[in-house]
C-alpha cells in the first residue's frame, strides 16, 4: 500500500506540474483531480479492514493505470490555456 501511496503523490505532482506549464486546462485538472479522489477512495475503502488482498490490489493498480493514462493523455492533447 505505501507504493500506492508514493504513486498517488506522484500523480498530484504530475497534475499540478500540468496545471502550472499550462499544459492542463481548469477544466481538465478538475477532471483529473475528481478521478484522483476516486483512486484514493478506493484505496481507502480497501484498506478499511486493515489488510488488502490482492484482488483489491489489482483493482487499485488498475484504477491507477487507467488514471495515468488520463493524466498523460490530457497532458499532450492539443488543448492549452
Do not use: P
Request: aromatic fraction near 2%.
Amino acid at each position: 500500500m505505501q507504493t500506492d501511496v508514493q504513486r498517488n503523490v506522484n500523480q498530484q505532482q504530475r497534475i499540478a506540474n500540468g496545471m502550472k506549464s499550462g499544459e492542463l486546462t481548469n477544466r481538465e485538472t478538475g477532471s483529473l483531480e475528481r478521478g484522483q479522489a476516486h483512486v484514493d477512495r478506493r484505496e481507502a475503502n480497501a484498506a478499511a479492514n486493515g489488510r488488502v488482498n490482492a484482488a483489491e490490489q489489482g483493482r487499485i493498480q488498475r484504477s491507477e493505470n487507467r488514471q495515468s493514462g488520463r493524466v498523460y493523455n490530457k497532458k499532450h492533447n492539443a488543448t492549452t490555456k
